[in-house]
């Protein structure tokens, strides 16, 4: 892969650019969506950073729940078809502290500001 | 916008005594099924006009507006506190389906109700007047007022079900709790009218008199009191206040002047089980937002992005099902 640039290092540039060159000439709306697009490129830096070991941690825990192998689709697809059927209730604690732990890391990547991740995660 | 001016001028005296017409006519906001303009009679007297516009073809959910100052001036004679409905505009007028009403003073913006150092004072009676409110809404006579959709907790669960099985996303935090939310529904045993929208952003909030109306009334409907407990109860709407009730009071506060105020006895186990549903509901209306962007209804990055605050409501969701295992 290509590192000169890397790309969180194109992805700044571009946040950098909309903050200090773009959203200054901005009003209402377009202002509004330039916050919302700065927004967004810093969620994707956080994916790259850290949504490879994420999904990695979510296959090997629903792994652990099923009982066997698989890739991350095709488990949890069969895990959201046994919450669906009742074969795992959706109060089992085997259960929540899978979705607790995904939960927190999907959204340390996508607004870590929000209240409910220090009400969950500490 | 003249002609618009024009049309209500002859309702001028009707909205403040000896006012012979109406001035400074701007619009606030609108949406495709929605106008709100601002203006003043000749008198001063402030005022709102919520109008459908002409070419509007009606939104899904959405109550007619003459239901919706038929309700508000329902609330009123319960003594709720609302917005003083003064006129109604029929569907064929020059000015079209529309109403008017005495513009209040104020604050909806929910971040600065709930942080705002103007607020303080006022703050902490904020959610006992909101459960006094809601008693109020709550004891409307049901008989006699426009034709309304009743929906049970397991009516709104299957529809925002049905939003999420559409979108076609797999999400093991929605599948736990509709499977929770299904086998805990609470029956329906005396529908009331309930606001449908009640939250922080949806309440206009003065800095020395707290609560002064409740506002959009369009989702109302006859249901389950605790369903306006818990939306205004729901993480999403605390605007990062650390009270439940709006971020800025406790359910004791709510719970305690709601019946206070004559409220029946609802549990706080009822009001946490709205609060879940609510956390789905709003979960289920980011997806169906990103799906705007998704068919290219809607190209803006907004519509793109709220896409990922499904993921806010997982967070409230596992800490609420956590909370109840």
Redesign the interface.
């Known amino acids: 892969m290509i590192t000169q640039p890397t790309s969180i290092e194109l992805i700044e540039s571009v946040i950098k650019f909309i903050e200090e060159r773009a959203a200054p000439q901005l009003k209402d709306r377009d202002a509004?969506?330039a916050r919302?697009?700065v927004?967004?490129l810093a969620?994707i830096k956080r994916e790259i950073a850290g949504g490879q070991a994420a999904e990695d941690a979510q296959t090997a825990r629903m792994v652990a729940l099923l009982g066997h192998d698989g890739d991350w689709a095709t488990l949890?697809?069969e895990?959201?078809g046994k919450?669906?059927d009742?074969e795992i209730s959706?109060?089992d604690?085997a259960?929540?502290a899978?979705?607790?732990a995904?939960?927190?890391d999907?959204?340390r990547i996508?607004?870590p500001q929000?209240?409910?991740?220090k009400?969950?995660a500490g | 916008m003249d002609d618009l001016q024009q049309a209500l001028t002859p309702l001028a005296p009707q909205l403040d005594a000896g006012a012979t017409t109406v001035v400074n006519l701007r619009r606030l906001s609108g949406g495709a099924s929605q106008e709100t303009w601002a203006f003043e009679t000749d008198t001063g007297a402030p005022m709102i006009l919520r109008r459908k516009p002409p070419s509007a073809t009606g939104s899904g959910n959405a109550v007619p507006l003459a239901t919706e100052a038929a309700l508000i001036r329902a609330a009123a004679a319960k003594g709720a506190i609302v917005p003083r409905v003064l006129a109604e505009s029929a569907p064929d007028s020059e000015i079209g389906e529309a109403y008017v009403m005495a513009r209040l003073e104020g604050e909806t913006l929910g971040k600065r109700i709930t942080r705002d150092p103007p607020f303080e004072t006022i703050r902490p009676g904020l959610a006992a007047q909101c459960g006094k409110a809601l008693a109020a809404i709550h004891a409307v006579p049901t008989e006699g007022l426009p034709p309304l959709v009743t929906s049970s907790a397991l009516t709104e669960l299957e529809k925002y079900e049905a939003v999420y099985r559409g979108s076609g996303a797999e999400r093991p935090i929605f599948e736990a709790a509709i499977r929770f939310l299904r086998d805990r529904a609470p029956s329906l045993e005396t529908p009331v009218l309930v606001h449908g929208d009640f939250r922080n952003g949806n309440i206009m909030v003065h800095p020395e008199q707290g609560l002064v109306g409740v506002l959009d009334w369009e989702l109302a409907h006859l249901g389950d009191p605790a369903e306006d407990m818990g939306w205004i109860c729901t993480r999403s709407w605390r605007f990062g206040g650390t009270k439940p009730v709006g971020g800025f009071g406790d359910y004791a506060d709510l719970l305690d002047a709601y019946h206070a105020a004559g409220g029946r006895e609802i549990s706080l186990e009822r009001v946490l089980y709205w609060e879940m549903l609510g956390s789905l509901k709003w979960g289920c209306m980011c997806l169906t937002m990103y799906m705007a962007y998704a068919s290219g209804a809607d190209a803006s990055v907004e519509r793109a992005m709220i896409g990922r605050r499904a993921s806010e409501t997982e967070i409230d969701l596992v800490a609420l099902l956590e909370q109840a295992a």
């Open positions: 509004f969506h919302v697009a927004n967004a969620a949890n697809t895990l959201c919450i669906r009742g959706p109060t604690p259960l929540l899978h979705l607790k995904s939960t927190i999907q959204v996508d607004q929000y209240a409910g991740l009400t969950l």
